[in-house]
């Protein structure tokens, strides 16, 4: 199955029913964007956020669905609309349809009914140009979220140095820090600014002048994006404007690496959910790799770790101990990449604000991160669709 790349927005859908759809969607590259139980809701939105696909329960809908759908599609006109409902009779549906609708699926109906509705809707709609391009066409960037679910175990440190790499090797990349409370990504690149990811929330549209200001340059050409000073607006970001930012950035540059915090709150869901990869970091201690198993247990219906992750050993091997492979068997998993514990020279080169590609750090250090970038590149490339946004 080919990943859509749409944005869906479910009208009059319970949330439990919407739960149960968001596996066949994620797999399918389809992203509940947003459940709605009212009609007006939709309508008094800016045309602007209107999604790419509409499901519209019958149940939403105040009298016969098809005025609705010819509303709906007045203020929305590039999306798709597909009708759902329960003892729908053929009138009603035909109506429906003559009134824009590009599908009609009656209760009880599986998910994947429901996914094979919408791409073939949406793939004829698009065909006759119809809709705007989803975003698996509209973005040409990446973005990679580095998580761990054990704090200290060098997710900023992996995060920082991968986009320095990953620049190194000519791309654009931008940096944001997305460990929104404790964000240290500024002070590990010797970085400051007025901005914060807190200007670029809820704009439609990113201008230039915007993004320039809001992201700061650093010297190995990364914008970092960093996270706000004020600890009191952090609860009011909404892990929505955070995902739509990041789609918004991906447009923008080849690579956005998020740097998450530990914990596994919706911001951190989501962005993974959106993210072309997600790398998983974990140091060889037993406490670290049973957190990183009952995470990918835990979040397999949702985030598909299993799939979709790339483990990372930090500090590996351990000084004393295990080798690599035994750290492997016992996590049940192949690390795709490991970076030995560099002691005093990476600590010491951050403190100084340098990266690792900087002439006075010592080439060794700057090695397993190019690696890593490599490896990175490499599973992008090999499976661009595994992107499990939803
Ligand atoms: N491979 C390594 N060798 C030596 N020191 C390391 C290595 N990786 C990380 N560190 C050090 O470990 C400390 C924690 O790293 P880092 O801040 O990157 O972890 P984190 O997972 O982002 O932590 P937090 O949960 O606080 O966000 C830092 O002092 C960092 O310099
Ligand atoms: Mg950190």
Not at 35 to 44: G, K, R, W
Not at 136 to 148: D, F, I
Not at 274 to 303: G, M, N
Not at 344 to 370: C, Q, W
């Amino acid at each position: 199955m080919t990943s859509l790349g749409v944005d869906a927005e479910l009208i009059g859908t319970d949330r439990h029913a919407a739960e149960s759809l968001r596996s066949a969607f994620t797999a399918a590259g389809i992203r509940i964007m947003r459940t709605t139980t009212a009609v007006d809701e939709v309508l008094a939105r800016p045309q602007t956020s209107c999604a790419h696909v509409l499901v519209l329960d019958i149940s939403a809908c105040p009298g016969e669905p098809a005025p609705t759908v010819r509303q709906l599609l007045g203020h929305c006109q590039e999306s798709v609309i597909i009708v759902t409902g329960t003892d729908a009779s053929a009138n009603t549906i035909s109506k429906a349809v003559a009134a824009g609708a590009r599908g009609f699926l009656l209760h009880p109906y599986e998910p994947h009914d429901l996914v094979t509705t919408i791409q073939e809707a949406y793939e004829t709609a698009r065909s006759y140009g119809k809709v705007r391009a989803g975003r698996g066409t509209s973005r040409a960037g990446q973005v990679l979220s580095v998580y761990s679910p054990k704090g200290g175990v060098g997710c900023t440190t992996i995060a920082t140095n991968l986009a320095v790499a990953l620049a190194a090797r000519g791309s654009s990349v931008a940096l944001v820090d997305l460990s929104l409370q404790f964000g240290d990504v500024g002070s590990v690149l010797d970085l400051s600014s007025v901005n914060s990811i807190v200007e670029l929330l809820g704009h439609d549209q990113l201008p230039d002048d915007l993004v320039n200001e809001a992201l700061v340059l650093h010297s190995s050409g990364v914008r970092v994006l960093l996270a706000p000073t004020d600890l009191t607006v952090v609860e009011t970001i909404d892990p929505e404007d955070v995902v739509t930012l990041l789609e918004k950035l991906a447009g923008r540059f080849d690579y956005v690496v998020c740097d998450l915090w530990s914990s596994l709150e919706e911001l951190s869901m989501r962005v993974m959910e959106a993210a072309d990869r997600v790398l998983i970091v974990t140091t060889p201690e037993l406490p670290a790799l049973h957190s990183v198993q009952r995470i990918i247990t835990a979040t397999r219906d949702r985030l598909r770790l299993d799939e979709r992750a790339i483990f990372i050993g930090n500090r590996m091997p351990a000084r004393a101990g295990l080798s690599v492979a035994d750290i492997s068997r016992a996590f049940g998993r192949e690390f795709a990449a490991t970076i030995p514990s560099e002691g005093v020279g990476i600590t010491e080169a951050i403190n100084r604000g340098l990266t690792i590609f900087d002439s006075r750090v010592n080439p060794r250090i700057a090695k397993p991160y190019k690696h890593l970038a490599d490896v990175v590149v490499a599973s992008l490339q090999q499976a661009p669709a595994a992107t499990a946004r939803a």
